[in-house]
């Protein structure tokens, strides 16, 4: 176990000025990935009192989405390369998104190429569902999970 | 039977409800579905419960006939019956798999069979009914005797997979056992002699045309000469050994890849089964079910129907 943060000293920016979107949406499908966006930006960080959108884990290009095809891509950067907090961060933004879409959209989350030093181990663990639903039962990471979705909203 | 001219079409009968959340495995019950007997299912969830169904014969439709809870307390992640039909094994990522015991309609958990480390994912029973196997996310794969007075024995623990193993099938005939995990390989497992010693004989991996990501799922054909495994490489492939040289007793005898099926599917496929009568249907997460049978040249497989089930009104 680690003691001490991971990363003691991360970049934390300003958070960037919110516009506000209207309601009429083109279809009732349609998803649009600045309204994702907004659903994640402010999950905290598992290590520090920000958002993932401070920390530039999250921006908005992070979020594709391919409406013909029904699959969302959500790329994140981790702080540091050897972040052991990366999979945490994935079922964070799995976890938050659950019940955002129609049912036929694929979500894939994955760690921005070259970020992070495992980043295929990352990505398969973070991508397969059953690893995620398991993890997501084990109470020590559905409590730090829960904190990182929650506390924003303290 | 020859199915390369037929037409399939595939027709939703029912969709049964129940479960609170998703269901992750099911299992017919042997020896029910045919002469008269009315069939039964058991499928179960992350709701931690098992359900049992079963048609009426009367209007067809499938009822819940019981429910299997306050045992397991994570996910239910696999069932399955013994041969006989008169036990269910469940498997469940509490890290324990029940064995539960139908007594004339009510389901009793008789057994729980501890020892893996974490998330148990599958469950098999040999075909004689006198062995269990069971895998998990502790890489390992587990080998129980069956004894009488509904006691279980660990009769070995078997490791060499290097991640999460998904799921283990005894083969329909023989005493081997096959194991697929996260690894990406295919892992055979064979007794020497009589004397629980049991060790991996093969692995199809990469370098034998092996898949490329993690082995969800594996069956056999009746005769068990062949095999389909599909995986999160989008690729279903099939396998083949020489049976006779298994049955004459030498249980190494190679299995090789015989063919392999690409580009039906565009996300990870989770489920292949072999039926009975040669159809191989596969399922994965682009949300199709799509049914394979054999041409005449054996080893060509050609797609006969697929069905795209889409889930509408599903709020």
């Known amino acids: 176990m680690t003691l001490g943060l991971i990363n003691a000293n991360p970049v934390v920016h300003a958070k960037k000025e919110r516009v506000a979107r209207n309601d009429d949406s083109h279809a009732e499908d349609a998803v649009d990935p600045l309204e994702i966006y907004d659903y994640v930006r402010d999950i905290r960080d598992p290590e520090h009192p920000y958002s993932l959108e401070q920390l530039s884990v999250l921006s908005e290009e992070s979020i594709t989405v391919d409406e013909k095809l029904g699959r969302i891509l959500i790329t994140f950067t981790p702080t540091i390369q050897h972040c052991s907090m990366a999979t945490v961060i994935g079922l964070c933004l799995r976890e938050k998104l659950k019940d955002c879409f129609p049912p036929h959209f694929k979500v894939d989350i994955k760690v921005a190429p070259g970020s992070h030093a495992n980043e295929e181990s990352v990505n398969k663990q973070l991508n397969d569902k059953e690893r995620v639903a398991a993890a997501l039962e084990n109470p020590n990471l559905r409590q730090l999970v829960d904190e990182c979705l929650y506390s924003s909203e303290l | ?315």
């Not at chain 2, 129980?144 to 623990?157: A, T, Y």
């Not at chain 2, 990469?206 to 993690?214: C, K, L, Q, V």
Request: charged share 25%.
């Open chain 2, 1 to 315: 039977m020859n199915f390369a001219d037929e037409i399939f079409e595939l027709r939703e009968l029912q969709r049964l409800e129940g479960h609170a959340d998703r269901v992750w495995g099911l299992a017919w019950k042997p020896a029910t579905g045919a002469d008269g007997v009315p069939a039964v299912l058991a499928s179960c969830s992350g709701d931690k419960t098992v359900r049992v169904w079963e048609q009426s014969p009367l209007t067809g439709s499938f009822q819940c006939k019981a429910v299997l809870e306050e045992t397991h307390n994570r996910t239910v992640r696999s069932c399955a019956w013994s041969p006989s039909g008169k036990l269910l094994a469940t498997a469940s990522f509490d890290a324990t798999t029940a064995i539960w015991e139908d007594i004339g309609g009510d389901f009793a958990c008789i057994s729980t069979l501890e020892g893996h480390e974490n998330e148990v994912k599958s469950v098999s029973w040999n075909a004689s009914g006198s062995l269990l196997a069971t895998c998990g996310r502790d890489k390992s794969v587990w080998i129980w005797e069956v004894l009488p007075h509904n006691e279980f024995d660990c009769v070995s623990v078997l490791q060499g997979h290097t991640q999460d193993v998904k799921m283990v099938q005894w083969h329909p005939t023989m005493d081997i056992l096959f194991s697929c995990s996260y690894d990406n390989t295919i892992k055979i497992w064979a007794e020497d002699g009589d004397n629980d010693d049991w060790h991996c004989v093969q692995t199809l991996n990469e370098s034998n045309s092996g898949h490329t990501s993690t082995v969800w799922a594996l069956s056999f054909n009746a005769t068990g000469d062949k095999m389909v495994s599909c995986s999160d490489d989008l690729t279903i492939k099939i396998w083949g050994s020489d049976i006779m040289r298994m049955q004459s007793g030498d249980g190494n005898a190679p299995w090789k890849h015989l063919s392999t099926l690409s580009g039906y599917h565009d996300r990870t496929i989770f489920s292949v089964h072999w039926s009975r009568d040669g159809i191989i249907a596969s399922g994965a997460a682009d949300d199709a079910i799509r049914l394979f049978v054999e041409s005449e040249d054996h080893l060509i497989y050609k797609v006969q129907k697929r069905v795209y089930i889409k889930r509408e009104n599903y709020y």
